[in-house]
């Protein structure tokens, strides 16, 4: 069984969405990721080069989206699953993207996605 290593409600601001205007003013989004791996080596050595370092990842994800520019947040969502696949020693990734202010009279909209390695 892999262990998680959680990042809750990242507050990202990008331009996205499918309308003209959304193409010029940021938004907010927020995202968590669950991110599987194993983190045995890491606690018995108390040392975070054995772990997943979640501000590492939390900034990447926030450079990527800040330059990364898309209509859907479900292919912000698949970029950011292939990019943390393909930069770091996880087995899984589990993205909940979510958009505050996509439906006035909702608290959000979102997608969920779930990659994995290839095997």
């Excluded at 938004?27 to 018995?44: G, N």
């Excluded at 479900?74 to 993207?97: D, G």
Aim: aromatic share 6%.
């Amino acid at each position: 069984m892999l262990d998680k290593v959680i990042i809750e409600d990242l507050c990202i601001d990008t331009i996205i969405g499918v309308n003209e205007w959304e193409q010029s003013v940021k938004q907010k989004l927020l995202i968590t990721v669950e991110l599987s791996c194993d983190v045995k080596t890491a606690a018995a050595n108390d040392q975070l080069r054995d772990t997943i370092d979640y501000a590492g990842i939390a900034n990447r994800m926030l450079a990527f989206s800040s330059t990364h520019h898309f209509q859907l947040i479900e292919t912000l969502a698949e970029r950011l699953a292939q990019l943390l696949l393909a930069e770091y020693p996880i087995q899984r990734v589990k993205i909940y993207l979510r958009k505050p202010s996509a439906i006035a009279q909702a608290a959000s909209a979102g997608i969920q996605i779930e990659r994995g390695r290839e095997k």
